[in-house]
């Protein structure tokens, strides 16, 4: 059995839907376990869930093993207010930058039922030429 050009090029399509499928998976199951565990619920649901969070991680002897970093007292005192203000400014354009992120997800979770569509009947033109050609050899 020889293969061709055209079979690779295909196959790159067709890793590239199970990759994109994997991403939508793990993206779904993220939603569904933070649903499940009642953050999307009242405010009290949602203040208790992050409490249980908190307990969990916690206690796990993973995080625990984790190097605490912090700034020593002595540095943090001797900053110049410049720099303090500095500091200040960058934590808030993280935040920014966080929520530019949660917009993207958000963005592409909205355009993911046309994308599906499309990749799923690619993903089925692709498999019926290769069996043609499967059936033509």
Known sequence: MSFNVDFFSE???LSSLVRWSVKLGAAGGAV??????GFFGSHKEAAESCNRMKVTIDSNEYFQALPKVELPDE?????PED????????RQGLRHYW????FFVFRKLDAAPEAAV???????DTAKSLMEDTKKN
């Open 83 to 90: 720099l303090r203000a500095q500091a200040k400014e960058y």
């Open 118 to 124: 499309m990749l799923a009947r690619s993903g089925v």
């Open 11 to 13: 196959m790159g399509l």
């Open 75 to 79: 540095l943090k005192n001797k900053l």
């Open 99 to 102: 929520n530019d992120g949660v």
């Open 32 to 37: 569904y376990l933070v649903s499940s565990e």
